[in-house]
C-alpha cells in the first residue's frame, strides 16, 4: 500500500482541512514544523517517511479566487524526487494540457469540478489513463458532480481517489460506503482512500480489503501516524500479518 501525505494550500499557508468546509479552513499547526509555510511541511513530512508522492490540494484554485502556481513550482523545484499530484480545480482536457506540459506535476480531476460524462469521456480520449488521476469526490453518500457512478467507469483512468469530504480531518475513519461500490467497477484500476484516516490500523484494514493507497493529512501532522504504521503496510500485507503473529 502506498501512503500519500497531502497538503492543502489556501492564501499561501498550508491549511487544516475539516470535512470540506474549506471556507473555514485556518493555518495548520503541526508537530512537523514551526509554521505552515509549504515547503516547510513538505520538509517535516518527508521527516517523518520517505514518501514518493505528494498530493496538493490548491483551494484558491479550486474556489476561482487565484493559485499556488509558484508554490508548487518551489516543492517541485526543492523535492525533485517526489512526484507531485495537483488538484486545482481543472475541469477539461485543455487545461489539464497546460499542467501535463510543464512535467512537473500529475493533475487530478476532481468529479466536483465536471459538468457531466461526456466531460470526463472527452478527457480521457485525450491522453493516455496513466497521465491522469480522477477524484471521485463524495459529499456524505452523494457522488459530486454530473456524472453517475456506473456510467462513468468506462472512462476512468488507471488510478483513482474516493474522496470523502466529510470524514476529512475529522478522524471518523474511512468511508468504506463509498470505496466498496466503486471497488465493485474498477477492475484492475488502483484506488486510493482518502478522508478520515486515522492511524496504522485503519491502513492495515484498507490494505486488507484491495485498496492501494492512503491520503493522510491529520493524522501526520498530530503523531497518530509513525513512521512504524506507514512501514507496516508499505511492504505489503504479509509484513503486518505477521507482526500480528
Known amino acids: 500500500m502506498e501512503v500519500i501525505p497531502v497538503i492543502d494550500l489556501r492564501h499561501g499557508a498550508v491549511v487544516h482541512a475539516r470535512a470540506g468546509r474549506r471556507e473555514s479552513y485556518a493555518p495548520i499547526v503541526t508537530?512537523?514544523?514551526?509554521?505552515?509555510?509549504p515547503l516547510g511541511i513538505v520538509h517535516g513530512l518527508l521527516g517523518v517517511y520517505e514518501f514518493t508522492t505528494l498530493y496538493v490540494a490548491?483551494?484558491?484554485?479550486?474556489?476561482g479566487e487565484g493559485d499556488h502556481a509558484a508554490e508548487i513550482a518551489a516543492i517541485a523545484r526543492a523535492f525533485p524526487e517526489l512526484a507531485l499530484w495537483v488538484d486545482c480545480g481543472l475541469r477539461d482536457a485543455q487545461a489539464c494540457r497546460e499542467w501535463w506540459g510543464r512535467d512537473s506535476a500529475t493533475p487530478v480531476i476532481g468529479t466536483e469540478a465536471l459538468a457531466d460524462t461526456a466531460a470526463l469521456q472527452?478527457?480521457?480520449?485525450?491522453?493516455?489513463?496513466?497521465?491522469?488521476?480522477?477524484?471521485?469526490?463524495?459529499?456524505?453518500?452523494?457522488?459530486?458532480?454530473?456524472l453517475a457512478?456506473?456510467?462513468?467507469?468506462?472512462?476512468?483512468?488507471?488510478?483513482?481517489?474516493?474522496?470523502?469530504?466529510?470524514?476529512?480531518?475529522?478522524?471518523?475513519?474511512?468511508?468504506?460506503?463509498?470505496i466498496e461500490?466503486?471497488?465493485?467497477?474498477?477492475?484492475?484500476?488502483?484506488?486510493?482512500?482518502?478522508?478520515?484516516?486515522?492511524?496504522?490500523?485503519d491502513l492495515e484494514m484498507l490494505a486488507e480489503r484491495g485498496v492501494s493507497g492512503a491520503l493522510v493529512a491529520t493524522a501526520l501532522h498530530d503523531g497518530r501516524l509513525s513512521r512504524a504504521g506507514i512501514a507496516a503496510v508499505a511492504s505489503g500485507p504479509a509484513s503486518f500479518r505477521n507482526r500480528r503473529s
Open 149 to 178: 457512478l456506473a456510467d462513468s467507469a468506462l472512462h476512468w483512468p488507471t488510478r483513482l481517489i474516493v474522496m470523502t469530504l466529510a470524514r476529512v480531518g475529522t478522524g471518523a475513519g474511512p468511508g468504506l460506503e463509498q
Open 31 to 37: 508537530t512537523l514544523c514551526a509554521d505552515s509555510r
Open 181 to 201: 461500490p466503486v471497488r465493485a467497477l474498477a477492475g484492475g484500476r488502483k484506488i486510493y482512500a482518502a478522508g478520515g484516516v486515522r492511524g496504522g490500523a
Open 122 to 146: 472527452a478527457l480521457a480520449a485525450s491522453r493516455n489513463e496513466d497521465s491522469w488521476v480522477l477524484s471521485l469526490d463524495y459529499r456524505e453518500r452523494r457522488l459530486l458532480g454530473g
Open 58 to 63: 490548491d483551494l484558491d484554485a479550486i474556489a
